[in-house]
């Protein structure tokens, strides 16, 4: 059994910071890429930052430069870093790694997802 569990959503003003934490746990036996995803109420689920076990990283435009994805030493954490945040930033943000499991296949694996508001 393998879960990702996220933390550190809030609400904040615009201009503001957050820090989103995604814990991996369960019999895992190697983790592959770890991101995040959001979703905002109408909208589809889009990427929002991507890293590699090698630590190679992705951003979408809309977040370049103000966000930042890193990985913990043990590669079974992954944080957001999120500056300058803007209210169209607000949604539901999601992480999701590709994980094989004991005895399993690779496959991705989401969390439950946790609410970013930014007010203006």
């Known amino acids: 059994q393998v879960q990702l569990v996220e933390s550190g959503g809030g609400t904040v003003q615009a201009g503001g910071s957050l820090r989103l934490s995604c814990a991996a746990s369960?019999?895992?036996?190697?983790?592959?890429?770890m991101s995040w995803y959001r979703q905002a109420p109408g909208n589809q689920r889009e990427l929002v930052a991507g890293?590699?076990?090698?630590?190679?990283?992705n951003y979408a435009d809309s977040v370049k430069g103000r966000f930042t994805i890193s990985r913990d030493n043990a590669n079974t954490a992954v944080y957001l870093q999120m500056n300058s945040l803007k209210p169209e930033d607000t949604a539901v943000y999601y992480c999701?790694?590709?994980?094989?499991?004991?005895?399993?296949?690779?496959?991705?694996?989401w969390g439950q997802g946790t609410q970013v508001t930014v007010s203006s």
């Open positions: 999701n790694s590709l994980i094989m499991a004991v005895g399993d296949t690779l496959r991705h694996y």
């Open positions: 369960g019999t895992i036996f190697s983790i592959n890429s």
């Open positions: 890293i590699s076990s090698g630590g190679y990283t």
